[in-house]
């Protein structure tokens, strides 16, 4: 079993709804949830004329590669009605693979560690909210170090803990 951490972020519709059916549908797909993080609002990225997003990061296990954790985020994607239209554009539902226990990785459709999470507030600080002693497993260098930086340049707005989040998974779910 591997320790992977996924971050969800949603900003078309009941954006809460769609990052709690979707770690529902993960589970369906022998991707256990371990534990959550707060949500966050926060503007969006990259492409910024769109709505806010809602985002949060989940420690979850898993016991397949790290392809077939990719094509089952993706068919979670695809069902909850992600389309892929614009790079950064509006979406129901987006699941990134951040972390996959200690490995690097990269092939042409995934990065482990994601490319670009030490850029995101929205991936840091709910990351660190799980576990703040994470280290980039390229670099070795601690995650906290990056929060800081991220925190003068951008805002993350938390609008439910972590506990109330999976509690509300947990009751959807069944």
Known sequence: MSDVYLAFGSNIGDRLSYIVKSICL?????????????????????????EPFLNCVGLFDFSGT???????TMSVEKLLGRK?????????IDIDILLFDKIVYEDENL?????DMEN?????????EIDPYL???????????LLEKLEKTA????????NDLFHKVKAFCG
């Open 26 to 50: 993960l589970a369906e797909r022998e991707i256990e949830l371990l534990s959550l993080s707060s949500i966050y609002e926060t503007e969006p990225y990259g492409y910024t004329e769109q």
């Open 66 to 72: 790290p392809e077939e954790l990719l094509k089952r």
């Open 84 to 92: 892929r239209e614009m790079r950064w554009g509006p979406r129901t």
């Open 111 to 115: 990065k482990i560690p994601h490319y």
């Open 120 to 128: 995101r507030i929205f991936v840091i600080k709910p990351l660190l």
């Open 135 to 145: 280290t980039n497993p390229e670099t070795g260098q601690p995650y906290a170090e």
């Open 155 to 162: 805002d993350a707005n938390r609008i439910m803990s972590g």
